[in-house]
């Protein structure tokens, strides 16, 4: 199976990566890393990775930024950084990666726990997690050719603790190489549609 993993030199994605390609071709992707150059706020340069790629069978991401603040001085802007990254971002390499996504094949996106449970200065991340997740379970109902797609949303992870556990107090981590056994699920199961928490 070819698997183009977008977001690979994240904590997830080297989860991802170490879990998937033992069995399979990752060919991963990153703004500035990996084997191919995509920055999803830029569609351009996700026709252009694809394009180089050709027909693959699945795509998983593991990346998208939202801007964290206080819900009083949010305005539209620090909202947009959320939508135009994490939402569109994501849902641009589906749009795009329809053209090359083989039958049978999948799309993967992450999400996280924010939309289910939030927490102080968390509210465009919960949104856009939200958005994402509705997204995959409308657009599993039409995808053709037996094309699945699912959302990954997991817990905060035990290995980004020291930049993310002020803002996650209360919260069980989960290690990454438990959040990337759900990727996997996606990718390699049968379902679609679904959300698969990890918490």
């Known amino acids: 199976m070819k698997i183009i993993l977008v977001g690979a030199s994240g904590t997830i994605g080297k989860a991802v990566h170490k879990e998937l390609s033992v069995r399979h071709e990752v060919i991963t992707a990153g ?30 991401s593991t990346t998208g930024s939202v801007h964290f603040g206080e819900f009083m001085e949010m305005n539209e802007e620090e909202y947009m950084v959320g939508i135009r990254n994490k939402l569109m971002g994501q849902v641009n390499l589906v749009l795009i990666g329809r053209d090359y996504i083989t039958p049978e094949g999948s799309f993967t996106l992450s999400t996280g726990i924010l939309n289910r449970d939030p927490i102080r200065l968390g509210s465009s991340a919960a949104m856009v997690n939200g958005a994402i997740d509705s997204f995959v379970k409308a657009a599993a109902m039409e995808m053709p050719n037996r094309v699945r ?48 928490i990890v918490d």
Do not use: C, H, W
């Open 31 to 60: 703004r500035s890393t990996g084997d191919l150059r995509i920055d999803i706020t830029d569609k351009e340069t996700i026709k252009t990775a694809f394009a180089s790629v050709g027909n693959f069978d699945a795509l998983v």
């Open 149 to 196: 797609i699912n959302s990954v949303s997991p817990t905060v992870i035990t290995e980004a603790m020291d930049s993310y556990g002020p803002y996650f107090r209360g919260y069980a981590p989960v290690d990454a190489d438990l959040a990337a056994l759900a990727y996997s699920k996606s990718v390699e199961g049968i379902q679609t549609g679904q959300t698969y």
